[in-house]
């Protein structure tokens, strides 16, 4: 067991300290005056790493605080204006409505600044190594257990090409490797057979994101240069998200839906 549960174990079985919080809060004050302290004191290759580093998370705190105000704009609504006879002093007068001015490309990089996709499966159950790889013995006796067959549906590049036997850690059936998936356009209720691009993020680990494993809950990039979708400033999309909404291995193809 991991040590971190352990630690989630004891404290669902003992409790926590009565001034935890307390203690959490102070430490976070805490943590300003020790940061200021070491910005004064360092000096060198170190001081010049520390405040570049320290730059960098300021302008990313800053551009998200920006990205999440959100400006309101007046323009007029012909559907405010109340129906029957009006005033005369109100006949000039048009409905004025208050809308949030924003775009579906500041929405997407809202979104992707901020950390926060909005998916259609936003929990999945983590795979565990067990059930993922099978272990192959190799060698005259049988007692070399450092290769590993994924029992997962896979997805690998045209150019791939295996390596040598001897120097093979993981080995993807080539019958478990996909090249399309169904994916679904939620907006037109509309199905494409798509090629894949590659494997963005598995959510089970960075090693299955690595192997390009196709799990529920799999983000990929799919090729929808074919669907005609245009970006707001008039290029032709030419890769986009998916989710993996099935079980790829149960099913015998990859379907997902599209991250518009």
């Known amino acids: 067991m991991p ?28 943590l300003a005056h020790k940061r200021s302290e070491f910005a004064q004191k360092v000096h060198g290759i170190r001081a010049k790493l520390y405040q570049k580093r320290r730059f960098k998370e300021k302008a990313t705190l800053r551009k998200t605080i920006a990205q999440h105000n959100q400006r309101n704009n007046k323009h ?32 997407q990089k809202r979104k992707e600044k901020a950390g926060k996709w909005e998916v259609p499966i936003p929990k999945v159950k983590p795979v565990a190594d067990d059930e993922m790889f099978k272990t192959l013995r190799t060698g005259k006796k049988r007692n070399k257990a450092w290769k590993r067959m994924v029992t997962k549906c896979t997805f690998v590049g045209d150019s791939f090409t295996r390596k040598n036997p001897k120097y093979e850690r993981f080995i993807r059936p ?4 996909m090249k399309k998936a169904n994916v679904t356009h939620p907006e037109l209720k509309t199905t494409f057979q798509l090629d894949i691009l590659g494997v963005k993020k598995n959510p089970s680990s960075a090693l299955y994101t690595n192997l390009g494993v196709l799990t ?14 245009v970006t707001t400033s008039g290029k032709v999309a030419w890769g986009k998200m998916a989710q993996v909404t099935n079980n790829p291995e149960l099913d015998g193809c990859v379907n997902a839906v599209l991250l518009v």
């Open 76 to 107: 007029a609504d012909d559907d405010a204006v109340a129906e029957g006879a009006v005033p005369a002093y109100l006949l000039d007068r048009q409905g004025v409505s208050r809308a949030k001015v924003l775009s579906n490309t500041i929405k």
């Open 3 to 30: 040590q971190h549960e352990h630690m989630e174990r004891h404290a669902k079985l003992h409790g926590r300290r009565f001034d935890a919080e307390e203690k959490e809060r102070k430490k976070e004050a805490r």
């Open 174 to 177: 080539s019958g478990l490797r």
């Open 216 to 229: 529920k809950g799999t983000i990929l990039e799919v090729n929808v240069s074919e669907l005609g979708l």
